[in-house]
Each structure stands twice: as structure tokens, then as C-alpha cells.
């Protein structure tokens, strides 16, 4: 069982949005802005979307946002495309004594 | 081009022991933080190990503390994984991975393979 609850799967056509949620505790979402996003295509390496809860490292297309509310974060996709297609992971810096960060166990995004 | 690519993987019965390796390039290695990730398969993210850019400072998840020893070689630009008294849920692919500096994992290798089964 994963530290952080995220939703299993997702979908969408393509153009439109969906937002995934990854919620934690006040251990480590709720604690500060330390909240990244991971794509994962099959079959491949993860990959950096978002850190410090909304922002995109440079070649990050401006349709993925974050956001963080108490111990919630979440990732909206908008303007599906199907290249967006993949696993997603939240993660996020604990002060949990067993470990320094924690992941989601992963949404599985489907473009319809 | 940076890349960050792993090897040592492998089979290995339980007990076991195992070295990876995750050769790194196209940055400057000793100035980042690196960490070790797993993904059992089928399974989610799990972070394992993380090490200072001068080898000076080092942790480890819960999971694998006192069988795992994470160490670096900055001279020959590469990471290490040490893995002792392997069990059946150590079995995962293993990803070599840059710290952001801003509490994220920036850039990952393509993981290698550790199958731990008698």
C-alpha cells in the first residue's frame, strides 16, 4: 500500500482535461510545497513534470498544473493529446521516519 | 547529452548479494545528490537510498537499511548500489536517479532489473 492515495485510472478524449489527485497527510503533502508529478509511458523511465507542487521544468508543455490544498495535491492535464498517455505518479518530502519521500501508487492515464 | 545508465542487475537467490552501477554523464556529477528508485513489477514508485554530492551524507528507506549501502565514485562519475541478504521483495527494476534540488527527481536512467527467487 502506497504512502500517497491516488485514483487508479483516468480518462479522456482528446482536448479535453482531467485531474488526478494524490492525497497524503500533514507528515508530507499538507507540510509544505515539496509535491512532484512523474509521467511514465510502458515501458519506460519516469519522467519530471511539475515540482514544488506547480511548477514545469523547461520542455513541460504549459497544459500540465498543479495544485496543492491541505494535504492534497493535485495534476490537471488539459488538452488531452494521446502522446499523454501513461502512468502518473505524485511524490512528495516526508518527515516520516521511515522513509524521505513517498510516492502514489499511480493513475493510469488513458487518451479515448 | 546527459544519461544516467545502470547495470548489474540480475538473478540472485535469496540471501544473495548484488553491486549496480549507474554510470553518469553530461553534468557535473559531484554536484548532485543522487538517489536509487524501485518499481516492483507491475507495481508504483518506491524510493530507496539517497547519497550527498561528496559522499558525506547518505539515507535509506526503513525497507532497506542495514542490507543496502548506496556510494559514489565521482572520479569515475558513477553511483553504486550495494545489496546484501536480498529478499523476494527486493525484486524490481532499479532506476538511478539526479536529485532536483527543489525535493524532486529530475532526471532518471532506464532502470535495471534485480530478480531475486531460488
Request: charge should be neutral.
Amino acid at each position: 500500500q502506497s504512502a500517497l492515495t491516488q485514483p487508479p485510472s483516468v480518462s479522456g478524449s482528446p482536448g479535453q482535461s482531467v485531474t488526478i489527485s494524490c492525497t497524503g497527510t500533514r507528515s508530507d503533502i499538507g507540510s509544505s510545497n515539496r509535491v512532484s508529478w512523474y509521467h511514465q509511458p510502458p515501458g519506460t523511465a519516469p519522467k519530471l513534470m511539475l515540482y514544488e507542487v506547480a511548477n514545469r521544468p523547461s520542455g513541460v508543455p504549459a497544459r500540465f498544473s498543479g495544485s496543492r490544498s491541505g494535504n492534497t495535491a493535485s495534476l490537471t492535464i488539459s488538452g488531452l493529446q494521446a502522446e499523454d498517455e501513461g502512468d502518473y505518479y505524485c511524490s512528495s518530502y516526508t518527515e516520516s521516519s521511515t522513509s524521505l519521500w513517498v510516492f502514489g501508487g499511480g493513475t493510469t492515464l488513458t487518451v479515448l | 547529452e546527459m544519461q544516467l545508465v545502470e547495470s548489474g542487475g540480475g538473478l540472485v537467490q535469496p540471501g544473495g548479494s548484488l553491486r549496480l552501477s549507474c554510470a553518469a554523464s553530461g553534468f557535473s556529477f559531484s554536484s548532485y545528490w543522487m538517489h536509487w528508485v524501485r518499481q516492483a513489477p507491475g507495481k508504483g514508485l518506491v524510493w530507496v537510498s539517497r547519497i550527498k554530492g561528496d559522499g558525506s551524507d547518505t539515507r535509506y528507506a526503513d525497507s532497506v537499511k542495514g542490507r543496502f549501502t548506496i556510494s559514489r565514485d565521482n572520479a569515475k562519475n558513477t553511483l553504486y548500489l550495494h545489496m546484501n541478504s536480498l529478499r523476494a521483495e527486493d525484486t524490481a527494476v532499479y532506476f538511478c536517479v539526479r536529485d532536483g534540488d527543489a525535493y524532486n527527481f529530475d532526471f532518471w536512467g532506464q532502470g535495471t532489473l534485480v530478480t531475486v527467487s531460488s
